[in-house]
């Protein structure tokens, strides 16, 4: 039945928490764009059979015309489900920047396809050179911090010769603990290398 494939990626969206993703399914995806191709090319074939008949395509309604609907239809509505898919995963990635920050983790670029990595590198350069333009740090806590410092303890390997925004370097070595500024730590503690120690 025309729209079943398309109608499943879309489907697909509800299955899934409000902003979180799963693998980008792309051979359903191919599937849906190969019914496009066999829509447009019936579609053509008819209007082509209705001209070559010296039918206005417009204004005659036989059977052809509504075959040509039909597919005409169907290919519209493959489109648009189509478009639903990828901008709703578009904006789940955009979301993401404010949660994790201007890199994502591991386990969100293994369900990205190539060109949603793309598209969120080039997004997350944009925002980066507005920020800098400004000088000011967007991805940072959108509820000011009580206090510019918190103490955090390394979950993860980071690695030595850490630059930090005062130009001081850091050896963040596993189970080690810091007191840095936020906004230093914030990168680190969104993807999962840094814990804060409250209390």
Known sequence: MYGRKASRLVKELT????????????????QVIAECSQHYVELQSLIRKMQEKGLDVQTSKNEDHYG???????????KRCL???LYNRAETLRNLIWKVGLVLPQEVQEKLSHSEEEYFKRHSASLKSY??????DLV??????????????VVDNIGEGIVLSDDKTANFAPYSMHFLKRTDAEPFISRGLMEELTG
Do not use: W
């Not at 040509?68 to 493959?78: C, S, Y």
């Open 68 to 78: 040509a609907l039909i597919h005409h239809l169907a290919l519209v509505r493959n």
């Open 140 to 153: 940072v806590d959108m509820v000011p911090p009580k206090d510019p410092y918190i103490q955090v303890r």
């Open 15 to 30: 299955n899934v928490e409000k902003g979180q993703l799963t693998l980008f399914n792309s051979d359903l995806f191919d």
């Open 83 to 85: 478009m639903a898919y």
């Open 131 to 136: 920020m800098s333009r400004l000088d000011l």
